[in-house]
């Protein structure tokens, strides 16, 4: 875990990141000559999490961005003009106008759903994809993002409380950026970590540094690892800042002038370049590249966008049903043998037994099965042998996981509320195992690539 | 009687016994069925219209969980983008609406929005008259008959039960199917023993007449009917018509019917404003005005919650009486 990145590997998070900033500075341009139809929300100051973590993914697995991971979306493999369209809600843009900002999909090729405004409801989904797709036979992992303002939903906690009880392929990125609107965090929850919420659900977390894009990655990679190699959802808190207004009609006065310095001096492209250079992966000739690359596609797909038409008006009408096979042929892509899931390998006894119940005398210190109703003698006698039976619930019913958390701290909240010093901390699986810090990390804070603040990890909290 | 596997030999079936054939046909037939909800697996649902599914298909489908009816609906709208035709039970349908955010504005919207079809299905038992008091007797249908994108079924035959919950499950579209719990063991018919459907969106003319149309589904269809044959003693005859699904409504079978009697009674247990009646007699006024002869009058329950003491629930609820009275006062005009 934890190697270096490949040369590819470093300069592809930088490629995204300069690209994700340059497409939403287009849009607030656009945004200024009234080409916006709606509202504009900005990742100013958190690319590094959007492009970080979706850049763990496979391309099979899946993701649904929130309103701030134009990043996520880009890395996924979207168009930029795909964002610029769908923001002037242009008939060419991938919901044909019905929809604007980063709320549409592709559950076919690029594999991301749609988020909708209401906060949490994503995250029961993605562990909904997750499930399925395990189900399925497919080894994909989901992930998804929420606020520290939307961690305060009801969905955040049936979502994730019902994703760990399945076991679920998934991993939920905490973006705490400090400000849920206009109410700061410590006016939301009383935790100095959100990331602690993964305790309540028996669920593996970390805290990263959400600045610096390389411990990003590869946290979230190790996260990403584990929840497909079957340890259940993880929950990563990325600590950064929100830079800008809730969008772009709110100046934001609310925010503490010295809280906006202190992160505006930490900007994460600033601090990769700066790392990229000392790591001579970054000179200025090839930030002129991709400065002009960047350049040259955008103009290009800004042009797409303008050129756009609108949608007909007609078009509100139509779409509301899918009328069947001629609009959508809804197939599974099964990747395991169809006789697994079918009777009689798929037929079990329908019978519950809880690790210590009844294990005393009358039945001869042994868990006692829990029948419930008619269930006990009408039981098939198509029963798989005990031993695969067991191995059914286990998988399917599981306990709380035994590991705990990985849970460290990365900073104190300044006492100008600017909270999370901590550079580019990783977080460790166990202290047995105590991950490096991101190798070769970029710069955090100071500058100083190898100070590394980690964590006590799990056991200390239990 | 019961069986764990979903098949009778009995050829008379419950509605319960049809909503439990329809669940296991369709998993046997299709993988990519599955069941979530609470108490659905081991238990075999609350009111045992799972039973023996576990058994049958494991717990990779018969999936139970924790009490989430959000997640329950989120985690099965996920499946569904996977290719999964996933059935999600609402342990009593009155909890549907602690996961409405989910149906109307994940589910409801992913088709128009960005087209993603949630080919799921969410069932329940619902309705009074079993003395379930406020927060077990909901007809909560009229929230989501107000949500473009859903489809909303209450049939009240078991062979209707049977056909159309198949129908739904193979539909591309989210689906709410009610159960009236009242009609669960009440009510036997028998029903082929091979596989069909009913399809959506077409009400059924249970009885013809010519002096007046009764518009109802559900429970009260049957006391409906029971209205008509006492009305045909007074040489009455009500024509009685089982719409089915109330989402998409089937107007053609309303307006051919009020074209022949040119009188119409909507009979639901929903309570009054905003029920069905309201939106079917703002259809007849705009499409079919001049074949009225008489007011569109609504037989309905009480614009109140549904009370759990006997004596007050008879008195919230309609029932076959008022459907009469109601029937003649309609028929002099």
């Not at chain 1, 047995?432 to 590394?452: E, F, M, Q, R, Y």
């Not at chain 2, 697996?41 to 969980?65: H, N, P």
């Not at chain 2, 089915?244 to 079978?253: A, G, K, S």
């Given at each position: 875990m934890n190697k270096e990145l490949t040369r590819q590997q470093y300069l592809d998070l930088y490629y995204y990141m300069r690209l994700n900033r340059a497409v939403e500075d287009t849009m607030v341009k656009l945004f200024r000559q009234n080409k916006i139809v709606g509202g504009l929300y900005s990742s100013l100051g958190q690319e590094a999490i959007s492009v970080g973590t979706a850049y763990a993914l496979e391309k099979k697995d899946w993701l649904a961005p929130m309103i701030r991971n134009i990043g996520a979306l880009l890395v996924k493999g979207v168009p930029a003009r795909d964002i610029f369209t769908q923001h002037m809600a242009k008939y060419t843009s991938p919901t044909l106008g019905k929809d604007g900002t980063s709320h549409f999909g592709?559950?076919?090729?690029?594999?991301?759903?749609?988020?909708?405004?209401?906060?949490?409801?994503?995250?029961?989904?993605?562990?909904?994809?997750?499930?399925?797709?395990?189900?399925?036979?497919?080894?994909?992992?989901?992930?998804t993002w929420i606020g520290d303002g939307g961690s305060s939903t009801g969905v955040f906690h049936e979502g994730l409380n019902f994703a760990a009880t399945q076991k679920a392929p998934f991993v939920l990125i905490l973006e705490n950026n400090q400000w849920a609107y206009s109410t700061p965090v410590r006016r939301q929850v009383p935790?100095?970590?959100?990331?602690?919420?993964?305790?309540?659900?028996?669920?593996?977390?970390?805290?990263?540094?959400?600045?610096?894009v390389v411990a990003v990655y590869v946290t979230a990679k190790e996260a990403v690892d584990r929840a497909r190699n079957g340890e259940g959802p993880i929950l990563i808190e990325a600590k950064s800042f929100r830079r800008m207004g809730h969008a772009q009609h709110d100046p934001a006065e609310y925010v503490p002038k010295e809280q906006r310095a202190y992160w505006e001096s930490r900007d994460p492209i600033a601090l990769y370049?700066?790392?990229?250079?000392?790591?001579?992966?970054?000179?200025?000739?090839?930030?002129?590249?991709?400065?002009?690359?960047?350049?040259?596609?955008?103009?290009?797909?800004?042009?797409?966008?303008?050129?756009?038409?609108?949608?007909?008006?007609?078009?509100a009408e139509k779409g509301v049903?899918?009328?069947?096979?001629?609009?959508?042929?809804?197939?599974?892509?099964?990747?395991?043998?169809?006789?697994?899931?079918?009777?009689?390998?798929?037929?079990?006894?329908?019978?519950?037994?809880?690790?210590?119940?009844?294990?005393?005398?009358?039945?001869?210190?042994?868990n006692a099965p829990i029948h419930f109703g008619d269930t006990a003698e009408t039981a098939p006698a198509v029963s798989p042998?005990?031993?695969?039976?067991?191995?059914?619930?286990?998988?399917?019913?599981p306990r709380t996981p035994v590991k705990v958390v990985a849970k460290k701290s990365p900073g104190r909240n300044g006492k100008n509320g600017a909270s999370t010093r901590s550079s580019k901390s990783v977080g460790g699986k166990s202290?047995?195992?105590?991950?490096?810090?991101?190798?070769?990390?970029?710069?955090?804070?100071?500058?100083?690539?190898?100070?590394?603040?980690?964590?006590p990890a799990g056991k200390a909290r239990r | 009687m019961a069986s764990t596997n979903g098949h009778n030999t009995?050829?008379?079936?419950?509605?319960?016994?049809?909503?439990?054939?329809?669940?296991?046909?369709?998993?046997?037939?299709?993988?990519?069925?599955?069941?979530?909800?609470?108490?659905?697996?081991?238990?075999?649902?609350?009111?045992?219209?799972?039973?023996?599914?576990?058994?049958?298909?494991?717990?990779?489908?018969?999936?139970?969980?924790?009490?989430?009816?959000?997640?329950?609906?989120?985690?099965?709208?996920?499946?569904?983008?996977?290719?999964?035709?996933?059935?999600?039970?609402?342990?009593?349908?009155?909890?549907?609406?602690?996961?409405?955010?989910?149906?109307?504005?994940?589910?409801?919207?992913?088709?128009?929005?960005?087209?993603?079809?949630?080919?799921?299905?969410?069932?329940?038992?619902?309705?009074?008259?079993?003395?379930?008091?406020?927060?077990?007797?909901?007809?909560?249908?009229?929230?989501?008959?107000?949500?473009?994108?859903?489809?909303?079924?209450?049939?009240?035959?078991?062979?209707?039960?049977?056909?159309?919950?198949?129908?739904?499950?193979?539909?591309?579209?989210?689906?709410?199917?009610?159960?009236?719990?009242?009609?669960?063991?009440?009510?036997?018919?028998?029903?082929?023993?091979g596989d069909y459907t009913v399809p959506i969106g077409k009400a059924a003319v249970r009885r013809e007449g010519k002096h007046l149309t009764i518009l109802s589904y559900a429970a009260m269809m049957h006391n409906s009917l029971e209205?008509?044959?006492?009305?045909?003693?007074?040489?009455?005859?009500?024509?009685?018509?089982?719409?089915?699904?109330?989402?998409?409504?089937?107007?053609?079978?309303?307006?051919?019917?009020?074209?022949?009697?040119?009188?119409?009674?909507?009979?639901?247990?929903?309570?009054?404003?905003?029920?069905?009646?309201?939106?079917?007699?703002?259809?007849?006024?705009?499409?079919?005005?001049?074949?009225?002869?008489?007011?569109?009058?609504?037989?309905?329950?009480?614009?109140?919650?549904?009370p759990y003491s006997p004596p007050l629930e008879q008195h919230f609820l309609p029932n076959t009486q008022k459907v009469i009275a109601t029937a003649k006062e309609l028929a002099r005009y």
């Open positions: 592709d559950l076919e090729k690029l594999h991301i759903v749609s988020p909708i405004s209401m906060l949490g409801d994503l995250i029961p989904v993605m562990a909904g994809v997750a499930i399925g797709s395990r189900y399925l036979g497919q080894k994909i992992v989901t992930m935790l100095e970590n959100l990331a602690d919420r993964a305790k309540a659900y028996g669920i593996q977390s970390y805290i990263v540094d959400g600045n610096d370049e700066k790392f990229l250079s000392g790591e001579k992966l970054l000179d200025d000739k090839s930030k002129k590249e991709v400065e002009s690359k960047i350049d040259a596609l955008l103009a290009k797909d800004r042009d797409f966008a303008e050129n756009s038409p609108m949608p007909p008006p007609e078009l049903y899918c009328t069947g096979d001629d609009c959508h042929k809804i197939r599974p892509k099964w990747e395991r043998p169809l006789a697994e899931v079918t009777p009689p390998k798929s037929s079990i006894a329908a019978v519950w037994t809880v690790e210590g119940f009844g294990a005393g005398k009358g039945s001869g210190g042994k042998p005990e031993a695969e039976e067991e191995a059914i619930e286990e998988k399917l019913a202290a047995a195992k105590s991950v490096k810090p991101a190798a070769k990390s970029s710069a955090g804070a100071n500058g100083k690539s190898s100070d590394a603040r980690r964590a | 009995d050829s008379q079936v419950t509605f319960l016994e049809a909503i439990k054939q329809a669940m296991y046909e369709e998993m046997e037939r299709d993988p990519s069925v599955v069941l979530i909800g609470e108490d659905v697996g081991v238990y075999g649902g609350a009111f045992k219209t799972s039973e023996g599914l576990l058994e049958k298909f494991g717990w990779e489908r018969v999936i139970d969980t924790p009490i989430s009816e959000s997640a329950i609906i989120g985690a099965a709208c996920g499946m569904s983008y996977v290719g999964l035709r996933p059935i999600c039970e609402m342990q009593f349908i009155d909890f549907i609406v602690c996961a409405f955010n989910q149906i109307t504005n994940f589910v409801a919207k992913g088709h128009y929005l960005w087209n993603a079809p949630a080919p799921i299905v969410v069932r329940g038992p619902s309705g009074g008259g079993v003395h379930g008091g406020p927060f077990h007797s909901a007809n909560p249908e009229m929230y989501f008959v107000h949500t473009p994108g859903l489809k909303v079924i209450y049939p009240s035959t078991p062979y209707d039960a049977k056909g159309l919950l198949k129908a739904a499950v193979r539909d591309n579209n989210p689906v709410l199917f009610f159960e009236h719990k009242y009609l669960y063991r009440r009510i036997k018919e028998e029903i082929p023993a209205a008509a044959d006492a009305l045909a003693k007074e040489n009455i005859e009500a024509e009685v018509i089982d719409l089915r699904t109330l989402l998409p409504l089937d107007e053609e079978t309303i307006l051919k019917s009020v074209k022949k009697t040119n009188r119409v009674l909507v009979v639901h247990e929903d309570t009054k404003t905003g029920g069905i009646a309201g939106e079917i007699a703002a259809i007849l006024c705009e499409k079919a005005f001049s074949d009225l002869d008489g007011p569109i009058l609504r037989v309905t329950a009480l614009d109140t919650p549904v």
